[in-house]
T-cell receptor
Framework: DGGITQSPKYLFRKEGQNVTLSCEQN?????MYWYRQDPGQGLRLIYY???????QKGDIAEGYSVSREKKESFPLTVTSAQKNPTAFYLC??????????????FGPGTRLTVL | GQQVMQIPQYQHVQEGEDFTTYCNSS?????IQWYKQRPGGHPVFLIQ?????EVKKQKRLTFQFGEAKKNSSLHITATQTTDVGTYFC????????????FGTGTQLKVEL
C-alpha cells in the first residue's frame, strides 16, 4: 500500500520544547516538502528537498529544521525558536520535477498544539 | 507576503447552484495546479494546467488558465454535497525555482 505517512496525528508539547514530526513515503519520490497550514492562510512552504542530503528553505523556514538522510524520510523539527508553532503540518512528496511539473501527494498531517 | 490570492475566501451555496473560485498571482506562473481538501483531510490533486488560455474539464468541474498566465479559475456546475471542502490553486512562479506557491484557498459549503 503506497503512500505518505505522518505520525502522530495529534501532538501536544510544552512551550520551549523542540519536537520532531515524522514523514515517510514509499512512493519512490525524490522530492519532499513540508507545509504549514493555518486558518485562512492556505499552505505555506517551510522546507523542501529535491534529493537526498540536500534541502532548501521555503517561505517560512525560521524556527524549523529538517534533514534528508534517506530518500524515504524527511523529518521536521519545530524548535523553541518558532514563535507560533501551533498549526497543522503537512508533508508532501512528488517526482523530481526538473523538466516537468508533477503533482504533489500529501500525507494525512500532524496537528501540533503547543501549550 | 502571499503572492497567490484566491477569492472568495468562503462560499455557501444551495445544492444545485454553481460555484466559482478565482486564483490571482502577482507574477507570471509556469503552471497552475488545483487541489481539494475535504474537512479534516489533506489536499488531493485535481488537475494541472500549463498552457496560456488552457481549459480543462472533469465532469462538472471546469478549470481555466488565463492568457497572461497570472490567473486561473475553477467552476463547478450544479454543486453537490460531495463538493464540500477547500479548493486551493498552486503554481510555480516563473523564475522562482521548483517550489509551488499555494493560494489562500476557498472554502465551499453546500447546503441541501
Amino acid at each position: 500500500d503506497g503512500g505518505i505517512t505522518q505520525s502522530p496525528k495529534y501532538l501536544f508539547r510544552k512551550e520551549g520544547q523542540n519536537v520532531t514530526l515524522s514523514c515517510e513515503q514509499n512512493l519512490n519520490h525524490d522530492a519532499m516538502y513540508w507545509y504549514r497550514q493555518d486558518p485562512g492562510q492556505g499552505l505555506r512552504l517551510i522546507y523542501y528537498s529535491q534529493i537526498v542530503n540536500d534541502f532548501q528553505k521555503g517561505d517560512i523556514a525560521e524556527g524549523y529544521s529538517v534533514s534528508r538522510e534517506k530518500k524515504e524520510s524527511f523529518p521536521l523539527t519545530v524548535t523553541s525558536a518558532q514563535k507560533n508553532p501551533t498549526a497543522f503540518y503537512l508533508c508532501a512528496s512528488s517526482l523530481a520535477d526538473f523538466q516537468s511539473y508533477n503533482e504533489q501527494f500529501f500525507g494525512p498531517g500532524t496537528r501540533l498544539t503547543v501549550l | 507576503g502571499q503572492q497567490v490570492m484566491q477569492i472568495p475566501q468562503y462560499q455557501h451555496v444551495q445544492e444545485g447552484e454553481d460555484f466559482t473560485t478565482y486564483c490571482n498571482s502577482s507574477t507570471t506562473l509556469s503552471n497552475i495546479q488545483w487541489y481539494k481538501q475535504r474537512p479534516g483531510g489533506h489536499p488531493v490533486f485535481l488537475i494541472q494546467l500549463v498552457k496560456s488560455g488552457e481549459v480543462k474539464k472533469q465532469k462538472r468541474l471546469t478549470f481555466q488558465f488565463g492568457e497572461a498566465k497570472k490567473n486561473s479559475s475553477l467552476h463547478i456546475t450544479a454543486t453537490q454535497t460531495t463538493d464540500v471542502g477547500t479548493y486551493f490553486c498552486a503554481g510555480r512562479i516563473t523564475g522562482g525555482g521548483n517550489k509551488l506557491t499555494f493560494g489562500t484557498g476557498t472554502q465551499l459549503k453546500v447546503e441541501l
